[in-house]
């Protein structure tokens, strides 16, 4: 049984995947960290090392075309086994829709919201979510295209407004990290933002794609989102240089260096509202992946119900995640990829295997 | 009143409440709650242990324009001071004693006293850094003398005296944008070990009861943030024309026939930084110039061919010893200001690994190669100068 029977258009269902993707573009503190100067390098290594899995994703999307992760899930591992990877996805989905909270909640704290307590920004952006969730899909992806058309048209501009600041030595030299920091810093792109794609393995039975339109959309979205996180990179490289490094949100004070003359300048607000309106809608689509999952799982379709009280989960969840922004930063890079590895990667390709000799015997049957 | 009228109307009353109860953020200020700080000045304290801070308020206070009391008497400007162990004790210190909360947004610099600046500043850059509401495209400028009496000085041209720095300096940067050094600009450099810090050095000169600014030029630290030197108005030269990206300034000079000075019209700077055999570091400028003619003296027996290829030699030469001048000057103090380092480091990283221990000492003993062109396209409004013969130009 299908929980949520809206429809959305290919299209919706690409600028999703956009937007999606580029949310994370803004709050890569924790990639350059790690890789310096060379992340914009480790972006596009990741985005090639990420394109089988797409691939499999989408085999996924096409094997069983009118059933969420959820479904899948049950019919290839059977009733219990099912259920147990259903409830670690539930977990996985819950988490991340936590996280991002938290994130949200971080940071317009710490742009434009100084002294307001973060829980009061978190619980105004889950109720307004909430509302997103409780008309299902439809109106969940709805922005998709206005929020990654304006934020495109903003990187833009910003690039323009920071011409006179950008250095291209900075990006010197290149390849001089140690190895290990390569192979890390790409487990880390490809991990989190791009492996969190998977939730849109719970939204494809919303969106009808045979496999040409199937690959056409995936395929696009993840470009043009990548393209994103690479403009964005590149940008606070060539700007901010060796100090790359030290701050908590590398695109604000970049933004914030923007200085044409006495009248352009200041104009980080911009970042404010890019972040705000890109983690709103990542948010959004989390919240209600999570909660299209619980009631799936138990097989019910009262999301408006189910809705409210996994907001309230969310949120307390994400107060109680970690005690400080430091460890939160710490466990991104060092901990996060790891656990994340299989549930993006390993879960789907074991499950694609099984899922095709599946179909397979009851072809045969048949 | 129907159901639906009534669900309706009670939306929206419930809306109205909230939007009446909830606007408007934790941390608003009201305009006359607040004070704009324009320039904070650090100065040594007689304890060791302690810094003196000093800020600067524009005062915001409407005095009507014209009148007497605002270009005359009226100082527009406050300063605070107080004296902590750190710079957030201090600030918090001049919160406590005052009826309005400065703002520091709109500082526009930061002021360093040379003697403080002698005993490190990077443990005062911290607290500006991590600031959310400080920019780090403030202004760093070093003082020589006190930094409180920068920020009391009245100047002619702008009253407040952050504003005057500001402006003033950018003025420079148009020169070059070596003049203007940044918050960021600084902290980028006392984090990087291949290039040595820099900071706009400027001096309050007394001129009987009127303050005169003078930029005497640039302040160099070591790699622990302590100033070791500086690089006077002269070498300052020497300095951006190695660094290139020239678009204003002067050269001037003096041979046997008279006297020329020259606008420069651009200065671009190659640079090329390799290993010898000898594993000594070689550097070698490539200087191009464009300039034209904006003086002339004497200069009555050569014609105009001659003239010019007799100037283009001795701007040369001018170029040529000035750079090395402030060259060798920063290889005595051991100060890698030019990023010789950081151009190893951005192309040879294997070779910079080796070298980076002992980078100033490397950097002293390096052979500078300079290769000066120079081009002199124009001759400005008149062709010929005055003092010129008429027969001998017509050859």
């Not at chain 1, 573009?25 to 089988?52: C, H, K, M, R």
């Not at chain 2, 100047?155 to 300096?169: A, D, N, Y």
Request: net charge negative; glycine share 6%.
């Amino acid at each position: 049984m299908r929980v949520d029977k809206g429809l959305i258009t290919g299209n919706q269902f690409m600028f999703s995947i956009i937007c999606f993707i580029q949310s994370s573009s803004l709050l890569t503190s924790f990639l350059t960290s790690v890789t310096l100067q060379d992340s914009w390098l480790i972006v596009i290594f990741g985005a090639i090392f990420f394109i089988p899995v797409i691939f499999i994703y989408r085999e996924i999307m096409l094997l069983f075309p009118d059933k969420n992760l959820i479904q899948i899930l049950d019919e290839v591992y059977g009733p219990i086994l099912g259920k147990v990877f259903g409830i670690i996805y539930i977990w996985f989905f819950l988490s991340l829709t936590s996280l991002n909270v938290l994130d949200l909640g971080d940071f317009t704290k710490l742009t434009i919201m100084h002294e307001t307590p973060s829980v009061v920004l978190m619980i105004m952006c889950v109720l307004v979510a909430s509302i997103a969730v409780r008309h299902g899909i439809g109106l969940v992806t709805k922005y998709s295209t206005f929020f990654s058309v304006t934020v495109s048209c903003l990187l833009i501009i910003s690039v323009l407004l920071l011409l006179n600041q950008i250095k291209l030595e900075n990006f010197l030299p290149i390849l001089s990290l140690p190895f290990k920091k390569y192979v890390q810093g790409t487990h880390l792109i490809t991990t989190i933002p791009f492996g969190e794609l998977l939730v849109f393995l719970m939204i494809h039975p919303s969106v009808k794609l045979n496999r040409k339109q199937a690959t056409k959309y995936l395929f696009w979205g993840f470009g043009l989102g990548t393209v994103s996180i690479l403009v964005v990179l590149c940008q606070n490289i060539a700007v901010l240089g060796n100090m790359l490094d030290m701050f908590a949100l590398p695109t604000l004070v970049t933004l914030r260096l923007i200085n044409l003359g006495e009248a352009l300048s200041r104009m980080e607000v911009l970042f404010s509202v890019i972040l705000i309106m890109l983690l709103f809608f990542k948010i959004s689509v989390l919240y209600y992946v999570s909660v299209l999952a619980v009631s799936q799982m138990f097989n019910t379709n009262q999301l408006r119900y189910l809705s409210l009280a996994a907001g309230a989960l969310i949120v307390c969840y994400a107060l109680t995640l970690y005690p400080s922004p430091v460890e939160h930063a710490e466990s991104a890079k060092n901990i996060t990829p790891f656990v994340w590895t299989p549930i993006e990667f390993l879960i789907p390709l074991l499950t694609l295997i099984l899922g095709k000799f599946k179909k397979r015997k009851q072809l045969k049957e048949a | 009143m129907s159901m639906r009228l009534f669900k309706k109307t009670a939306a929206l009353g419930i809306l109205i409440s909230i939007l009446a109860g909830f606007s408007g953020c934790w941390d608003s200020k009201e305009i006359d709650t607040i004070q704009i700080v324009t320039g904070v000045g650090l100065d040594k304290a007689e304890n060791d242990e302690y810094v003196d801070i000093s800020i600067q308020i524009a005062k915001t206070s409407p005095s009507a324009p014209g009148t007497k009391d605002s270009n005359g008497n009226g100082d527009s400007k406050i300063i605070l001071e107080s004296s902590k162990q750190t710079i957030l004790e201090g600030v918090a210190e001049l919160n406590l004693n005052n009826s309005r909360s400065p703002i520091f947004h709109h500082n526009q610099v930061l002021l360093i006293s040379a003697d403080l600046a002698k005993e490190g500043i990077t443990e005062y850059l911290d607290a500006f850094m991590r600031d959310r509401e400080a920019r780090l495209e403030v202004l760093v400028v070093i003082v020589d003398g006190e930094a409180k009496e920068m920020l009391q000085a009245d100047f002619e041209q702008e009253k407040v005296s952050g504003i005057f720095l500001r402006r003033t300096i950018r003025l420079l940067s148009n020169v070059t944008p070596e003049y203007s050094v940044r918050m960021i600009d600084l902290a980028s450099r006392l984090r990087d070990e291949s290039i040595s810090p820099v900071a706009t050095l400027v001096r309050l000169e007394d001129n009987d009861d009127k303050k005169n600014l003078l930029v005497e030029g640039m302040a160099v630290f070591d790699s622990e943030g302590k100033m070791i030197g500086n690089i006077d108005a002269d070498e300052m030269r020497g300095y951006v024309w190695a660094m290139g990206k020239v678009e204003q300034g002067r050269v001037a000079v003096e041979c046997e026939y008279g006297r020329a000075a020259f606008q420069i019209i651009s200065m671009d700077c190659k640079r090329n930084v390799k290993l010898n055999e000898k594993g000594q570091v070689n550097v070698s400028f490539d200087v191009d110039a464009t300039l034209n003619i904006g003086e002339l003296r004497g200069f009555e027996n050569l014609t105009p061919s001659e003239l010019i290829s007799h100037l283009i030699e001795e701007t040369e030469g001018e170029i040529e010893d000035t750079i090395k001048g402030t060259f060798q000057s920063m290889q005595d103090l051991g100060a890698d200001i030019y990023g010789v380092g950081l151009d190893l480091k951005r192309h040879h990283p294997k070779q910079w690994d080796k070298l980076k221990d002992r980078w100033e000492d490397y950097f002293s003993e390096a052979e500078l190669e300079l290769d000066v062109n120079v081009r002199i396209p124009g001759t400005g409004q008149i062709k010929k100068s005055l003092e010129m013969e008429d027969g001998e130009n017509e050859s």
